[in-house]
């Protein structure tokens, strides 16, 4: 993807904000060795155990 003066600030708002969902910093608040999962939490976000 090319990014140029005239590329709209929303596109550009839109890729930092995917950018900054690739990574996150949490904490393990569930661990299942044998099914090899865990819930982290991240914030005010907990991922869901399936």
Same mark, same amino acid.
């Given at each position: 993807?090319?990014?140029?003066?005239?590329?709209?600030?929303?596109?550009?708002? /839109? $890729? $930092?904000?995917?950018? =900054?969902?690739?990574?996150? $910093? !949490?904490?393990?608040?569930?661990? =299942?060795?044998?099914?090899?999962?865990?819930?982290?939490?991240? !914030? !005010?976000?907990?991922? /869901?155990?399936?």
């Amino acid at each position: 993807m090319f990014f140029s003066p005239s590329t709209p600030s929303y596109q550009l708002t /839109e $890729i $930092i904000r995917r950018l =900054d969902n690739l990574l996150r $910093i !949490g904490t393990i608040t569930h661990l =299942d060795l044998s099914a090899a999962r865990c819930r982290v939490k991240s !914030g !005010g976000l907990s991922t /869901e155990v399936a």
